[in-house]
C-alpha cells in the first residue's frame, strides 16, 4: 500500500494538511542553493587536505607539559600520570618534526630540540645551536650565544633577558635555566610544580575517568535496548516546513549567505576597523571571529522567523520545541548523553588515525585556542564556540532541518542525514566521521528528550571541554 505525504509515519505526529506547491521559481531556486552549496561543502572539505593538523600540536604540547612535570614531580607519580621516559619520547617527536618535515622548522622549535639533547649529546646540541645562529635577527643570538659559551652561571636578570625576545615557552624557560646556571629552585617549573601536575592531571586521566564511565553507561543502555526496557521517544515536533524552504534555509541563507556572501563583504571592514579600535590584533582577531560568526546567524535566523510567522496551531513549547524548564532536567540529559557519546566518538577518532596517518587539517580556530595568549581574545574564542554556535548550530540542525527530515525519511534516516551534513558543514575531513558521531548523539537525544535544549546543552558542553582541554595545553 502506498504511503501518502500527509499521512503520520510511525513515532511522528500526524503531519499538517499539505501546503500548496512551492511556486517553480523557489523550487529552482532551491536547487540552485543546494548545487552551489554542495560544491562549496566539497571544494572546502578538499582543501582542508592541505591545512595544518592540530592533532600533532596537542602530543607534543602534552609530551612537554609531562616533561616539566617529570622534573618536578616524584618519579612514581610522574609515571602513573605521564608515562615512560617522556623527555625521550618529546625528543623524538621533535626529531621528526624538526629532521623529517617537509618544510624547515621554526626556530623556537629547533630551539627546544637543542635544549632537550644538550645534556645526552652535548655535540649534536652544539651544531643545531651553530645552525639557528645565522636564522635568528640580533635580538635573540644572546641566548644561543651563551648557550654556546657553556655559560652556566648566568645571573637570574641576564637569563631573563636574553629569554624574552623569544616569547618563550615555559618549556625553553625552564631548561634554559636549568643549563644556564639558575639552581632548581629559581626554575619556572618548580615555582608553578602544583599547577603543571593539575593540569597534568585534568588532561590525562578526567578523559580517561569520563570514558570509563561513558563505557559503563553506554553497556547499560545496550542492555536496557536488548531487554526492550528503554522508555519510548515522545512524538518528533517541529517547524511546519517543507523540503524547499528547508533547502533554502540551510543552503541559501546558512551557506551562501551567512558562510560565503557576509564574510566577503565585512571582513576586510572588520579587520581594519578593529585593529584600529583594540591596538592588539589578538583581540581583533578574537572579535574578528566572534562578529562574523555572528553575522553568520542573522540570516538564516531572519528566514527562519519570516517563515514561521506566518504559521498558525504552534504546539504547546514552540516549533522549534526548547524546553529549557526544568533547567536541572535539561542538564542531565545532555550530561548523560555526553557520556554515552564520549567512548563511540573517540573510538571513530582512533580508528581515523590508524587508518589514516596524515588525514588533514582542523578547524582553524583550535589552532587559535591552542596557541593563543591574551585573555580577552580567548574569550571572544569561548563566547564563540561555547554559546553562539551552540545556538545557532542547533537551531538550523536539530530544531530544523532533522523534524523535517524525519517526515520524510523517519526517524532514523532523519537523526543520519541531519548527522552527516552537520559533519560536512565544519569543512574538515579529518574530523567529519567524529562529528557524524557527535552528530548522531544530538540526533539521538533530540529524538528522547523531546527538547532542543538538551541538544545545545550537549553541543556547548562538548565545546566546552574541547576548549578547556586545549587551554590546558597550550597555556
Known amino acids: 500500500m502506498r504511503l501518502r505525504l500527509n499521512q503520520p509515519r510511525p513515532g511522528l505526529p500526524p503531519s499538517p494538511p499539505a501546503a500548496a506547491p512551492a511556486p517553480s521559481w523557489k ?24 591545512r595544518p593538523s592540530v592533532g600533532g600540536d596537542l602530543d607534543l604540547h602534552q609530551l612537554e607539559l609531562a616533561t616539566l612535570v617529570a622534573d618536578v614531580a616524584p618519579a ?65 643570538r644572546p641566548l644561543l650565544e651563551a648557550l654556546l659559551r657553556g655559560d652556566d652561571t648566568l645571573p637570574p636578570a641576564n637569563l631573563k633577558g636574553v629569554l624574552e625576545p623569544w616569547a618563550a615557552p615555559l618549556l625553553v624557560r625552564q631548561l634554559s635555566c636549568e643549563q644556564l646556571g639558575g639552581s632548581q629552585r629559581q626554575c619556572p617549573a618548580f615555582r608553578g610544580r602544583q599547577p603543571l601536575l593539575l593540569r597534568l592531571l585534568a588532561v590525562t586521566l578526567m578523559p580517561a575517568l569520563l570514558l570509563v564511565t561513558g563505557v559503563l553507561l553506554l553497556g547499560r543502555e545496550l542492555w536496557l535496548l536488548a531487554r526492550g526496557r528503554l522508555a519510548s521517544p515522545p512524538a518528533l515536533v517541529g517547524p511546519p516546513l517543507g523540503l524547499v524552504d528547508t533547502t533554502l534555509l540551510i543552503a541559501g541563507g546558512f551557506v551562501l549567505i551567512g558562510e560565503v556572501l557576509l564574510p566577503q563583504l565585512l571582513q576586510r571592514t572588520l579587520q581594519t576597523t578593529l585593529l584600529s579600535m583594540t591596538r592588539s590584533a589578538a583581540l581583533a582577531q578574537g572579535l574578528e571571529v566572534l562578529l562574523l560568526y555572528l553575522s553568520l546567524t542573522v540570516v538564516p535566523l531572519l528566514l527562519l522567523w519570516r517563515l514561521l510567522s506566518g504559521t498558525v496551531g504552534a504546539p504547546a513549547g514552540g516549533w522549534l520545541q526548547w524546553g529549557w524548564r526544568p ?149
Open 27 to 50: 523550487v529552482l531556486l532551491a536547487l540552485l542553493s543546494l548545487s552551489l552549496s554542495a560544491l562549496l561543502w566539497f571544494e572546502g572539505l578538499a582543501s582542508s587536505l592541505t
Open 327 to 475: 533547567p536541572v532536567t535539561a542538564f542531565r540529559q545532555a550530561l548523560q548523553m555526553l557520556l554515552l557519546i564520549l567512548p563511540v566518538v573517540a573510538l571513530g577518532g582512533w580508528l581515523v588515525e590508524i587508518l589514516w596517518r596524515d588525514p588533514g587539517g582542523s578547524n582553524p580556530m583550535l589552532e587559535l585556542v591552542l596557541r593563543g595568549s591574551d585573555p580577552w581574545a580567548l574569550a571572544c574564542f569561548a563566547v564563540t564556540a561555547v554559546v553562539v554556535a551552540p545556538l545557532f548550530e542547533e537551531i538550523l540542525f536539530r530544531g530544523v532541518l532533522l523534524p523535517v527530515l524525519g517526515t520524510w525519511l523517519g526517524p532514523t534516516g532523519a537523526v543520519l542525514l541531519s548527522a552527516a551534513l552537520f559533519a560536512a558543514a565544519h569543512l574538515s575531513l579529518a574530523e567529519w566521521i567524529p562529528l557524524f558521531l557527535l552528530g548522531i548523539g544530538l540526533g539521538v537525544l533530540r529524538l528522547r528528550s523531546g527538547r532542543l535544549a538538551s541538544c545545545v546543552l550537549l553541543h556547548a558542553l562538548w565545546n566546552a571541554l574541547t576548549f578547556a582541554n586545549l587551554l590546558l595545553l597550550g597555556s
Open 76 to 140: 612514581r607519580l610522574t609515571t602513573l600520570v605521564a608515562g615512560e621516559a617522556p623527555r625521550s619520547r618529546l625528543v623524538e617527536q621533535l626529531t621528526l618534526q624538526v629532521d623529517g618535515g617537509d618544510s624547515p622548522a621554526p626556530a623556537l622549535q629547533r630551539l627546544k630540540l637543542a635544549l632537550l639533547e644538550r645534556p645526552s649529546d652535548p655535540a649534536r646540541a652544539e651544531a643545531r645551536l651553530r645552525e639557528l645562529l645565522p636564522m635568528v635577527d640580533s635580538t635573540r
